[in-house]
């Protein structure tokens, strides 16, 4: 159960630390914020 959470946290981390690379390159867009999301509902409905 911890073990779960634990994954869910780095995996969440993880994708912050994407995000906020993209927002500082400037190079976001819609399609990549919406991927970003995507990633993100996967992520809930997998744990």
């Known amino acids: ?5 634990l994954r869910k946290l780095v995996f969440l981390c993880v994708l912050v630390g994407i995000a906020a690379l ?3 390159a400037g ?3 819609s399609k990549t914020g919406d991927y970003i999301a995507d ?5 809930e409905r997998t744990f």
Do not use: K
Request: some cysteine; overall charge negative.
């Open 22 to 24: 993209v927002f500082q």
């Open 1 to 5: 159960m911890a073990c779960g959470l």
């Open 27 to 29: 190079d976001i867009s």
């Open 39 to 43: 990633r993100l509902q996967e992520l």
